[in-house]
């Protein structure tokens, strides 16, 4: 069992940065490959950004690229996003989710959620 808290959301102007960090509960934090989703309203949850257990492998969607750098510390169970040159489309909640061994860019084959945390982009 694992349980996720996201925080870092907040009102920043377009241009600006924040950094979402997620904190995991449960011993087994660095078994789980690590994703950050995001859904705006009225749209589907789409995927942002993953990394493996071990941090080696880092996934990111076209639309962040360049701009937004996953990380982790397995010793903290924790996972960040940092996002910078935010833009007004980037506003949506976030979640960061886990799972093993399984599609990162799937959010159906994630196990575990967590609340979410608003990030809105002001233009």
């Known amino acids: 069992q694992v349980q996720l808290v996201e925080s870092g959301g907040g009102l920043v102007q377009a241009g600006g940065s924040l950094r979402l960090s997620c904190a995991a509960s449960g011993r087994t934090f660095h078994r789980y490959d690590m994703g950050w989703f995001r859904q705006a309203p009225g749209k589907d949850r789409e995927f942002v950004s993953a990394i493996s257990w071990s941090g080696a492998r880092t996934y990111y969607a076209d639309s962040v690229k360049g701009r937004f750098t996953i990380s982790r510390d397995n010793a903290k169970d924790t996972v960040y996003l940092q996002m910078n040159s935010l833009k007004p489309e980037d506003t949506a909640v976030y979640y960061c989710?886990?799972?093993?061994?399984?599609?990162?860019?799937?959010?159906?084959?994630?196990?575990?959620w967590g609340q979410g945390t608003q990030v809105t982009v002001s233009s």
């Open positions: 989710a886990a799972q093993i061994g399984a599609s990162y860019y799937e959010p159906p084959k994630y196990e575990y």
